[in-house]
């Protein structure tokens, strides 16, 4: 079993910026930070919503994506505020983080 733990980081997308199509209204993204460009890192987008993925929502997008939490792994939550040279106005937006190991075989 590959043993190497990674951060999947969990966030409400305001307008799509970032994604790979733009999308209208704000979307969830949970995606998990490696090695590499950011372009490539792993990523599953829900459709477009403010209500937050559940638990479980979230572990499926996980496995999608090939790996699952790291052992006794819980989501934690930050606040942190949009950049200023967004186009909308700045806000606080709330980031949740997870530690993740990639599954066997995982297509990640």
């Given at each position: 079993m590959n043993k190497q733990i990674f951060r999947a980081q969990?966030?409400?997308?305001?307008?799509?910026?970032?994604?790979?199509?733009?999308?209208?209204?704000?979307?969830?993204?949970?995606?998990?930070a490696r090695t590499g460009l950011v372009c490539e890192w792993p990523a599953f987008t829900w459709?477009?919503?403010?209500?937050?993925?559940?638990?479980?929502?979230?572990?499926?997008?996980?496995?999608?994506?090939?790996?699952?939490?790291?052992?006794?792994?819980?989501w934690e939550w930050m606040e942190i505020t949009s950049p200023e040279y967004h186009r909308h106005p700045v806000r606080v937006l709330f980031l949740g983080s997870v530690k993740v190991r990639q599954l066997d075989g995982g297509a990640a």
């Open positions: 969990l966030s409400l997308r305001c307008c799509g910026a970032g994604l790979p199509e733009v999308t209208v209204g704000s979307c969830w993204q949970v995606y998990v459709p477009a919503s403010a209500e937050i993925p559940t638990i479980a929502e979230r572990s499926a997008a996980l496995a999608d994506l090939g790996f699952a939490l790291a052992e006794d792994a819980e």
